[in-house]
């Protein structure tokens, strides 16, 4: 059975980078059937998606944090990577990586989550 | 940039029917899941691609979608129920789109 597990620093300075890691077990981040996706929630609020990354290395981001988010993946280590720079206290929010089923081009639901880590965006 | 709107809030008595909506422009014309969240829980996938339940997922919960409007439906709702609830669709450039979510309540 897939698992997925968020790791990083959970605190990070203002107009720093924010840096995270997915690691994939009991499954292959090279498998063409499926996406890989970052979602975050902030204390109290709602899911927001970052974006997500095909084994390829296509992405697709939030058209709001697209100039702030890189996703990348390392098929050698079976993980996947948010980089999220110039970090502000608005950024603080617990982080989930997940697994999305893909038909085609098109990304569809997401069906394997982690159990999500906080990051605390404070000086 | 597309947009789903969910009602804040949902209240229902244990064993009814618990209906919760999505609104979004055609959204009849794409794919729409739902996710449940507890407290201090990651979400679980509950419908996929409108109507289809995962294994593991209980049958009283079903899922539609038509229209401009995607419908979440817990038949027999119990107290175990009681969670936040998300839709999520694609827009037209593969991006996700989450809706507000809706918090379940069983009286």
């Known amino acids: 059975q897939v698992q997925l597990q968020e790791s990083g620093p959970g605190l990070v300075k203002p107009s720093e980078t924010l840096s995270l890691t997915c690691t994939v077990s009991?499954?292959?981040?090279?498998?063409?059937?499926?996406?890989w996706s970052w979602i975050r929630q902030p204390p109290g609020k709602g899911l927001e998606w970052i974006g997500y990354?095909?084994?390829?290395?296509?992405?697709n981001y939030n058209p709001s944090l697209k100039s702030r988010v890189t996703i990348s993946v390392d098929t050698s280590k079976n993980q996947f990577s948010l980089k999220l720079s110039s970090v502000t206290a608005a950024d603080t929010a617990v982080y989930y990586c997940?697994?999305?089923?893909?038909?085609?081009?098109?990304?569809?639901?997401?069906?394997?989550w982690g159990k999500g880590t906080t990051v605390t965006v404070s000086s | 940039s597309y947009e789903l709107t969910q009602p804040p809030s949902v209240s229902v008595s244990p064993g009814q029917t618990a209906s919760i909506t999505c609104s979004g422009d055609?959204?009849?014309?794409?794919?729409a899941c739902w996710y449940q969240q507890k407290p201090g829980q990651s979400p679980v996938l509950v419908i996929y691609?409108?109507?289809k339940r995962p294994s593991g997922i209980p049958e009283r919960f079903s899922g539609s979608n038509s229209g401009n409007t995607a419908t979440l439906t817990i038949s027999g709702t119990q107290a175990m129920d009681e969670a936040d609830y998300y839709c999520?669709?694609?827009?037209?450039?593969?991006?996700?789109?989450f809706g507000g979510g809706t918090k379940l309540t069983v009286l």
């Open positions: 997940a697994r999305g089923r893909r038909f085609g081009e098109l990304p569809y639901y997401m069906d394997v």
């Open positions: 009991g499954g292959s981040v090279s498998s063409g059937s499926y996406y």
């Open positions: 990354i095909y084994y390829s290395g296509s992405t």
């Open positions: 055609k959204l009849g014309d794409k794919y």
């Open positions: 691609q409108d109507s």
């Open positions: 999520q669709a694609w827009d037209s450039r593969l991006q996700k789109v």
